[in-house]
Every structure is written in C-alpha cells, then in structure tokens.
C-alpha cells in the first residue's frame, strides 16, 4: 500500500461546481498535513495547511479525520483558474521527510 | 524578492554520463528538500538538508545519487553514470527551519528536466 494515496481523476466539472479530493495516508504517527496546487509543467505550491479542527480559506475547506487517517479538499464555486493538480502530502518527521501524494487532476470548464 | 532557482532548466545526457543539478535557495532558508517527479506522479522525496548536513538522505534510490551543500545554501544534486529511468524533473525546495511546533512553507524552484538517451 502507499504511503498517500488519492483520488485517480481526472476530474472535469462546470464552472462553479463544488468538487471535493479524498486522500488516504497509511502511516498513523504522521505529524502534519497540506494540500499543494501544482499547474501544468510548473513547481507546486502550497495551497493550505490541514488542521485538526478543519480550516477555510476562501472557496476552500479542508478536513483531517486522524482516526481514519483520511484528508479532504473542498473546493466551493469553482473558477477556470482552479484548473490543476492537487497534490495531498503528509509530513511523517516533524519538519522533514515529506511524502506526497500521485496527485488529482482538476479540469474546470466554461 | 527572488525565489529558488535551478539550474539548467533542462539537461540532457547520454546514459552512463555524470550530470550535476544547481539549486539556489531563498536567502536565509536553512532547510533544503530534493524531490523527483516523474510524469503522472508527485514529487518523491530525495534528501533533506539542515544547514550544511544531510539529515535525511533515506530518498535517494541507490549510490549514484549524491548530494552536497558545502556552505548551507547552494546544493548540487549529483547523479553518476546516469540510466534511461533516472529521466524525470529534479524540483528543489526551500524553507525555514521547522521550530517551536511551526513546520514552515517549503518554497520550490521551477526544476530541472534530466532526459537520459
């Protein structure tokens, strides 16, 4: 089994969908929790960190269940810039040894 | 101000070659990640530097692959006798160093595509 696993995609929704990305991680003693964005032949970059408690920042929502060890990205309202891959990635070592998911794809269309 | 560099952008070498990937960190960013990202794929860990020392290198595949950063800023990523699956984008990150329960935002330089023929 690996480590992070996600959604396969692609994922092709309307503009001003609400969309949502499912990742699993298989190690419990992981510390810390984020979600990047990476567009088209470019370097990710961070979107958000993942809190215990939830978070929103935005469109966008994030939730831990460290019980099941499952993350979600919600995406609310979705726009044609919302068009990229969403890689989950979980910090096993505190501050080091960072493992990302495959990624899922997000394709928005006008 | 400027961001994490890489260099080249892009290299392509003969297999069995000796390459070297350049990275240059954000300024004052202690903590340095090498990643590999194959097409379809996330960026699979590599090596973490703190300051000059490698304090995680459990990524690297085998021992063709070295890495340094003599003065804790610029790193090379070394890859000796290179082979055809070695072909993939080689991303560098940077970040401050984690402390007092904050792990900081790990910065990533645009990459270098390695092509192995």
Redesign the interface.
């Given at each position: 089994r690996k480590e992070?696993e996600q959604d396969p995609g692609p994922f092709n929704v309307p503009e001003g969908a609400t969309v949502a990305f499912n990742c699993t991680y298989s190690n419990s003693a992981s510390?810390?929790f984020f979600w990047y964005r990476q567009d088209c032949r470019?370097?990710?970059?961070?979107l958000m960190?993942v809190y215990s408690s939830g978070n929103e920042d935005g469109r966008f929502t994030a939730q831990l269940n460290r019980a099941s060890q499952y993350i979600s990205l919600l995406i609310r309202d979705s726009k044609l810039s919302d068009s990229a891959t969403y890689?989950c990635v979980v910090?096993l070592?505190?501050?080091?040894?960072?493992?990302?998911?495959?990624?899922t794809r997000l394709s928005v269309l006008p | 101000g400027a961001g994490v560099s890489q260099t080249p952008s892009n290299k392509v070498t003969e297999k069995g070659k000796y390459v070297e990937l350049r990275c240059d960190p954000i300024s004052g960013h202690t903590a340095l990640y090498w990643y590999r990202q194959s097409l379809g794929q996330g960026p699979e860990f590599l090596i973490y530097f703190q300051g000059t020392g490698a304090a995680d290198d459990s990524g690297l595949p085998n021992d063709r692959f070295f890495a340094v950063r003599p003065e804790g800023s610029v790193s090379t990523l070394k890859i000796q006798r290179t082979e055809r699956g070695d072909s993939a984008v080689y991303l560098c990150a940077s970040s401050l160093l984690t402390t007092s329960g904050r792990i900081h935002e790990q910065y990533f330089g645009p990459g270098t595509r390695l092509t192995v023929t």
């Open positions: 992070v510390q810390s470019k370097e990710p970059k961070l960190s890689l910090n070592y505190y501050g080091q040894n960072f493992v990302f998911g495959p990624g | -």
